[in-house]
């Protein structure tokens, strides 16, 4: 059974930060690269970052390429998204998920996800 919990969004001005967490159930986690995605009112959600098993191996979207940084503590089996020089349009809810190659996720079930709100 796939299990993922996001949290750490919330309200912030443009120019802020935000830490993401993501706990993931061990199954889900072990061995496998994880990644974050976001969902902005009215549009597909979006790829956004992926890590490998390792650590030693990140990749970003290019709207946030610079501002966020992926990391993960797999004796916590938790994956986190730093979120740094804010913008409005980074405003979504924001999904972790295993991801496969091509950055497509692997789970259909998601967790609930935590919403980002950035204000101008």
């Known amino acids: 059974q796939v299990q993922l919990v996001e949290s750490g969004g919330g309200l912030v001005q443009a120019g802020g930060s935000l830490r993401l967490s993501c706990a993931a159930s061990?199954?889900?986690?072990?061995?496998?690269?994880m990644g974050w995605f976001r969902q902005a009112p009215g549009k597909e959600r979006e790829f956004v970052a992926r890590?490998?098993?390792?650590?030693?191996?990140?990749y970003y979207a290019d709207s946030i390429k610079g501002r966020f940084t992926i990391s993960r503590d797999n004796a916590e089996n938790t994956v986190y998204l730093q979120m740094n020089s804010l913008k409005p349009e980074d405003t979504a809810v924001y999904y972790c998920?295993?991801?496969?190659?091509?950055?497509?996720?692997?789970?259909?079930?998601w967790g609930q996800g935590t919403q980002v709100t950035v204000s101008s």
């Open positions: 998920n295993a991801v496969l190659a091509g950055n497509v996720p692997l789970f259909d079930s």
């Open positions: 061990g199954r889900t986690f072990s061995g496998s690269v």
């Open positions: 890590i490998s098993w390792s650590g030693s191996s990140t």
